[in-house]
């Protein structure tokens, strides 16, 4: 008998930094510094970095854990929370999200690792997903144009009062009072009153049941709750008719399942309506993220705010999809700019687009229906058994009289597993959604009569439709949702189709590098990703009450320990749900500060002309003047000359300077630390911008650098993905005499400060289910995890801008020719003596297999690049060869070889169908498909050829085009 083999102990697991960083091993970073020129890592970190704002302490981080642990925690804690059944309302439902859609788009990289669709040949998957979000809110809500998503309701209700005050003939003579609804939700309520706040003016909440009220002062806009916070259903055509006779706006915050069965608010004669897509087979999430939405009236295209999605032709005259009018967004316009709004909610756009499809017209017409009749039954059972129902007439939403029992009655519900809303000590409300089963309806009868369910003396209701409690002249005729992709869809094989074509034409993370400048596309990892939908953390209502959030409560505050150990600030709000809210919110804890201390009059806010558009956006939403500081010098530096003058005039009204770290040109300032003095020394406050904190965790702390406060973009650094245009997260972090003014919320009080500047999003802590992303890429890195990360982020730009200066001029670098964890390469130069263009680059690189960098921002004709960490040197090097590829096909242009109208560069990106057809071209097809190393087996097709944005934006079309318009001419 042989002896049995030895019991080996199990292998280490591999860490997870190895996982998530591509350059690990020492022969691939030691090729890419002998590049560079430097002999170690440590030592190219010394030179790009200033010793100056260097930390010298390890983060203070708990240590790495493997997958398996940090998943096993993430499970821990999402059984910490308490799923109950849900029926608070106030616009957070219950739903059933298909499992198609779950599985195949929010659980599927190919749709959540996509970046905004600026590269629109790239992106028409979720351009046509996106134009079906569209369609779905114009249809619903009767107005012809629908943004592509907004953040939520409330910020979306915000939005629209801002819109209301840049066009109604009321604003232009000097009205400045918006009216609220009294029936509308608390949360907007409260964020209305905080963007108002900001903007200089007044809201009015009242009751519009008897029609507009008189008000001190002329109103320039009215928002009514369609159907109310109470449920109520009131006919707003009179209000509206009056407001419309002052000269104001009317907005109506509308449900966009009770619209399948309500008159629609254009159909009302609204101009705008606003609200949320949640419940179209979107999470609860504890608040978000969720896409918000807005529709217009003809004429209000120019003023809408965020992103929209319109119609034009490629090349070949066919139909395409790319982004609408974007000269009215914050990255063209500034702070002229409609809005802030960078990143959206694209990605849950996606998921309630596609629940439309699949249901179709009638399917969710049957899912309202649903939801009403038990409502309607709740109702008629209550009245039966002697309870006052307060609302008459409603959709899914009943409000109850219980004089002294309500909190007894809450309480008994919470016993079998219900929430219910604790309106106050004497009323109830009930809000029945999409999950709600008769069952259901019996537990909360039984709550009422306390009793066991199903032995109360509630009247037998026969199975007979009841009479709806929608008043008929309010009751929905028009037809919606006929377009052929809305009934079509209806069975799984049909839907995993669809979802797969949309899918193969777009280029994500999935497929290889985006080697976006300023957007940090790094690697969004599968365990990182799992727990958004476990049902723990997917389930809960934001407006829980305490003790059935602990596992949330507890992942926040690890998140914001952490977080402020990381950038060496004092205090964090996690209720920013975009880069740019954070920004806003940070502006107001500055701008309420100052005001604190008696200094209201300090309203300038200093920007460097390289600045994101977003900061200067923000800034006049946050009702300060900016003003301009000039950049200079080979490193593209804040002019110190400029700034010191520009103190000397603004300094009894300075209230703060926004400077981004290192600067949007790609380079660590050396004079950041002198920069901060300056500012400091005249009564003003900083503001460092985090969206390149990717070069700077575990390196150096902003907070500890002269920085009063930062947001961070966990949909950057800390991996949450782009989602395709949202979701994203902005958390501001302050200093300690900051802290007073961060964000609160009026329905939680543990989400912010008493003294805060209100609510800047409708949810406590904003997009709350994608918050465990982040705390899982925290607890699997580690501290030193989180440095290697930053280093190699370094160590790869300068590897690119190294390989690449000699065909491509590199514009800015440090003082040490180094820099940060981007690079700019200049183009303009190689276009005056070429002809070829950014745009031809950045479309030649679709040929080769890449997304491009960002163009032209923050320079004109130049090439933003960003490698990110998660790169390994084998895709690294296919970038770089790529460009060296296309350099030399702009030398064969530049010496005649190749027409400037008529090359590879200049046709591209070249599709399938482009050289199946004549070749008149002065190069070949293969040259046109197949460049330099580009594998024929792994090729990634452009699904249209380059796309003619003018001819869209002068024919506009934002709604699912006729399928007639796509067919092929026949010959």
Excluded at 623 to 645: C, N, P, Q, R, Y
């Amino acid at each position: 008998m042989s002896n049995p083999s030895p019991i080996l102990p199990a292998p280490a697991a591999t860490p997870f930094a190895h996982r998530h960083i591509g350059v690990t091993t020492t022969a691939d970073q030691d090729s890419m510094l002998k590049a560079i020129g430097y002999a170690s890592l440590d030592e190219l970190i010394a030179a790009a970095v200033p010793e100056s704002i260097r930390t010298r302490l390890a983060l203070a981080l708990p240590e790495a854990r493997t997958e398996a642990e940090v998943a096993a925690e993430l499970r821990a804690l999402a059984d910490r929370n308490v799923v109950r059944t849900s029926m608070i309302g106030l616009g957070y439902y219950d739903t059933l999200t298909p499992a198609v859609i779950r599985r195949n788009v929010l659980e599927n990289p190919a749709w959540y690792t996509a970046y905004t669709p600026y590269q629109p040949e790239i992106s028409q998957g979720r351009l046509e997903a996106l134009l079906n979000f569209q369609t779905v809110v114009e249809d619903l809500t009767g107005l012809p144009t629908a943004g592509a998503s907004l953040l939520d309701e409330s910020t979306a209700a915000a939005e629209a009062m801002a819109l209301a005050h840049r066009t109604a003939p009321a604003a232009r003579k000097g009205a400045d009072v918006f009216v609220l609804d009294a029936e509308t939700f608390p949360q907007t309520v409260d964020v209305v009153r905080t963007r108002a706040q900001a903007l200089g003016l007044r809201v009015l909440v009242a009751d519009l049941s008897q029609g507009l009220p008189s008000v001190d002062g002329d109103p320039f806009g009215v928002l009514i709750q369609y159907p109310g916070a109470s449920g109520a259903i009131g006919d707003p055509r009179t209000v509206i008719e009056q407001a419309h006779a002052a000269g104001a706006l009317v907005a109506v915050a509308a449900d966009l399942l009770a619209l399948t069965l309500l008159t629609s608010p254009g159909e009302l004669g609204a101009d705008i309506a606003v609200g949320t897509s949640q419940r179209f087979g979107v999470p609860l999430g504890f608040g978000g993220p969720h896409a918000g939405y807005m529709s217009i009236r003809s004429g209000l295209e120019r003023q809408l705010p965020g992103r929209l999605v319109g119609v034009s032709l490629d090349a070949d005259g066919h139909p395409a999809y790319r982004l609408a009018l974007q000269t009215r967004e914050q990255h063209i316009r500034r702070e002229k700019a409609t809005s802030n709004i960078c990143t959206a909610q694209v990605l849950l756009a996606v998921m309630a687009a596609m629940y439309a499809v699949y249901h179709g017209p009638s399917g969710l017409r049957s899912i309202a229906a649903g939801v009403h009749g038990h409502a309607v039954r709740l109702a008629a059972d209550l009245r039966s058994s002697g309870h006052t129902v307060l609302t008459e007439a409603f959709f899914d939403t009943v409000t109850v009289s219980v004089p002294g029992r309500a909190a007894e009655i809450v309480a008994e519900a919470d016993r079998r597993a219900v929430n219910l809303r604790l309106v106050d000590a004497d009323t109830v409300g009930i809000a029945c959604d999409e999950a709600t089963t008769t069952a259901i309806v019996d537990e909360v009868l039984a709550a009422f009569a306390g009793t066991d369910a199903g032995t109360s003396n509630a009247p037998y209701v026969p199975e007979a439709p009841v009479e709806p409690a929608i008043p008929v002249g309010l009751r929905r005729t028009s037809d919606y949702l006929t377009h052929p992709v809305f009934n079509t869809h209806h069975s799984e094989t049909s839907m995993l189709r669809y979802l797969r074509r949309l899918a193969d034409s777009d280029y994500a993370l999935d497929r290889g590098m985006i080697p976006l400048g300023s957007c940090t596309m790094k690697l969004n990892a599968t365990t990182e990703m799992e727990p958004v939908t476990n049902p723990g953390f997917a389930n809960i209502h934001p407006f829980a009450p305490e003790g059935q959030f602990d596992g949330y409560a507890k992942l926040i505050q690890d998140l914001q320990d952490w977080l402020t150990e990381i950038t060496g600030y004092d205090a964090v709000s996690l209720q920013p749900n975009a880069g740019a809210q954070g920004e806003f919110a940070g502006l107001l804890a500055i701008s309420n500060y100052h005001r604190s201390r008696g200094d209201g009059h300090r309203t300038i806010c200093l920007i460097p002309a390289s600045a994101h558009g977003t900061n200067a956006a923000s800034a006049v939403l946050a009702g300060m003047k900016v003003v301009v500081v000039a950049t200079s010098g080979d490193e593209g530096e804040v002019d110190l000359d400029d700034l010191k003058a520009k103190i000397t005039k603004h300094a009894a009204d300075l209230a703060a300077i926004m400077v981004t770290y290192p600067s949007t040109h790609g380079v660590f300032e050396d004079h950041i630390g002198e920069v901060c003095a300056l500012v400091h020394e005249a009564g003003g406050q900083v503001y460092v911008d985090g969206a390149n904190l990717n070069a700077m965790v575990g390196l150096a702390k902003p907070g500890r650098f002269g920085a009063d406060v930062s947001h961070l973009n966990l949909h950057k650094t800390f991996c949450i993905p782009h989602g395709g245009g949202g979701p994203g997260i902005g958390p501001v972090a302050v200093r300690q005499h900051l802290a007073p003014f961060l964000p609160n919320h009026p329905l939680q009080s543990s989400a912010g400060p008493d003294t805060g500047s209100g609510a800047i999003a409708a949810a406590p802590w904003g997009s709350a289910s994608i918050l465990p992303i982040t705390w899982a890429y925290i607890r699997l890195m580690g501290p030193d995890g989180l440095v290697q990360a930053t280093c190699t982020a370094i160590l790869s730009a300068n590897y690119i801008a190294a390989r690449l200066t000699e065909h491509f001029p590199v514009l800015y670098t440090g003082a040490r020719g180094l820099v940060a964890h981007e690079c700019i390469l200049d183009l303009r130069q190689i276009t005056k003596d070429s002809g070829v263009t950014v745009d031809d680059v950045a479309k030649r690189l679709i040929d080769y297999g890449f997304h491009a960098p960002t163009m032209s921002f923050p320079v004109a004709g130049t090439l933003m690049v960003e490698p990110t960490e998660s790169e390994d040197l084998a895709e690294i090097d296919r970038f770089i060869d790529a460009m060296i590829a296309i350099r030399a096909e702009i030398d064969e242009v530049a010496a005649g070889r190749w027409p400037v109208a008529d090359n590879p560069l200049r046709n591209a990106p070249h599709t399938a169908a482009s050289i199946a057809g004549e070749w008149r071209h002065p190069y070949t097809r293969a040259e046109a498909v197949y460049p330099r190393g580009v594998d024929p087996r792994a090729k990634y097709w452009s699904p249209v050829r380059r796309i003619d944005g003018a001819y869209g934006d002068r024919n506009l079309v934002c709604s699912c085009p006729p399928i007639e318009e796509f067919a092929e001419p026949v010959s």
